[in-house]
């Protein structure tokens, strides 16, 4: 009797061990394909997963299954997440951060964000999530902006500084820069903010702008040189340049110096012996036709 009672409490024990296993034993640990287990295809009765916070900093409330990829950036505000969020499925569908009063104080109850000086020299206001790169050159206006600036968020919503009188009057009213001499020579007048880029070839005119000149800004707005009798008369009148004998050999008449080879020709001696370099009817440098020009020319090429 107590072999039978042995075998007979083997055979009930093996039962319960295998007969879930071979009937599926649905809901009770195993599963079976379409119920979300391995290869199933999502998560029982095609329920979502669970929300979760994400995001290298913990800002971003998404679905389990998501994969978040975020910059490890860290901003004050995502403290507020850690603090008083509760991430959670909403009735949309969607993973995201209950608006809680506690939540939304901790943000700023949605306000933008505040307006900040920037800039390589603060010449800049701006809203303090925008990224604003400038160069670095300096310029007389931008301490205006740090005596008397007043950075902030104007009536149309966008950053700016304040327009009070001090800053004004600082920036000069709004009048435009002053004119300045410039140039490799000091013969240019020009704005202050232009950049000018001039050659370094000296002319002899190019003293008088430093004698004579008086730079300033014209009734047509340009900056320019004031047309003084003294500066008038110091370029000529506006005559053009005088005829100069050039050319390696002297045998060239022009209005500005010439290279020329220097391969020599008996007809350059008659131009020094007997040449006049002057400009013509035509406006054009020349050698005068003289006829004691034209008889050694004529001797000495044999024509």
Same mark, same amino acid.
């Given at each position: 009797?107590?072999?039978?009672r042995?075998r007979?409490r083997?055979v009930v024990g093996?039962?319960?061990?295998?007969?879930?296993?071979?009937?599926?034993?649905?809901?009770?640990?195993c599963?079976?394909?379409?119920?979300?287990g391995?290869?199933g295809?999502?998560?029982?009765?095609?329920?979502?997963?669970?929300?979760?916070?994400?995001?290298c *900093?913990?800002?971003i %409330? $998404?679905d #389990? @299954?998501?994969e +978040?990829v975020? &910059?490890? !950036? =860290?901003r004050?505000e /995502?403290?507020?997440?850690a603090?008083?969020?509760v991430c959670e499925?909403g009735?949309?569908g969607?993973?995201?951060?209950r608006?809680t009063?506690?939540l939304e104080?901790?943000?700023g109850?949605g306000?933008?964000a505040?307006?900040v000086?920037?800039g390589? *020299?603060?010449q800049? %206001? $701006?809203? #303090? @999530?925008?990224? +604003?790169?400038? &160069?670095? !050159? =300096?310029r007389?206006? /931008?301490?205006c902006y740090a005596?008397h600036?007043?950075c902030?968020?104007?009536t149309s919503?966008?950053c700016?500084?304040?327009?009070t009188?001090?800053?004004e009057?600082c920036l000069?009213?709004g009048e435009p820069?002053?004119?300045?001499?410039?140039?490799?020579s000091?013969?240019?007048c020009a704005d202050a @903010?232009d950049?000018v880029v001039t &050659?370094?070839e =000296?002319r002899?005119? /190019?003293a008088c702008?430093a004698e004579?000149?008086?730079?300033e800004?014209?009734?047509s707005?340009?900056?320019?040189?004031r047309?003084?009798?003294e500066l008038?008369?110091?370029?000529?009148g506006g005559?053009?340049?005088?005829c100069?004998?050039?050319g390696?050999?002297?045998?060239i008449?022009?209005?500005e @110096?010439v290279?020329?080879?220097?391969a020599?020709?008996?007809e350059?001696?008659?131009?020094?012996e007997?040449g006049?370099c002057?400009r013509?009817?035509?406006g054009?440098?020349?050698?005068?036709p003289?006829?004691?020009l034209?008889?050694c020319?004529?001797?000495a090429?044999?024509n």
């Amino acid at each position: 009797m107590d072999l039978f009672r042995k075998r007979h409490r083997l055979v009930v024990g093996m039962l319960v061990l295998f007969v879930p296993l071979l009937t599926g034993a649905k809901g009770k640990g195993c599963q079976s394909p379409g119920d979300g287990g391995p290869g199933g295809g999502g998560s029982a009765g095609g329920e979502p997963g669970d929300c979760r916070p994400a995001g290298c *900093s913990g800002q971003i %409330c $998404a679905d #389990a @299954d998501d994969e +978040v990829v975020t &910059t490890c !950036e =860290w901003r004050e505000e /995502y403290a507020c997440y850690a603090e008083h969020g509760v991430c959670e499925r909403g009735a949309s569908g969607e993973c995201g951060w209950r608006p809680t009063p506690e939540l939304e104080a901790c943000l700023g109850g949605g306000e933008p964000a505040p307006c900040v000086v920037t800039g390589c *020299s603060g010449q800049v %206001c $701006a809203d #303090a @999530d925008d990224e +604003v790169v400038t &160069t670095c !050159e =300096w310029r007389e206006e /931008y301490a205006c902006y740090a005596e008397h600036g007043v950075c902030e968020r104007g009536t149309s919503g966008e950053c700016g500084w304040r327009p009070t009188p001090e800053l004004e009057a600082c920036l000069g009213g709004g009048e435009p820069a002053p004119c300045v001499v410039t140039g490799c020579s000091g013969q240019v007048c020009a704005d202050a @903010d232009d950049e000018v880029v001039t &050659t370094c070839e =000296w002319r002899e005119e /190019y003293a008088c702008y430093a004698e004579h000149g008086v730079c300033e800004r014209g009734a047509s707005g340009e900056c320019g040189w004031r047309a003084t009798p003294e500066l008038e008369a110091c370029l000529g009148g506006g005559e053009p340049a005088p005829c100069v004998v050039t050319g390696c050999s002297g045998q060239i008449c022009a209005d500005e @110096d010439v290279a020329t080879d220097c391969a020599w020709l008996e007809e350059y001696a008659c131009f020094a012996e007997h040449g006049v370099c002057e400009r013509g009817a035509s406006g054009e440098c020349g050698w005068r036709p003289t006829p004691e020009l034209e008889a050694c020319i004529e001797a000495a090429t044999g024509n």
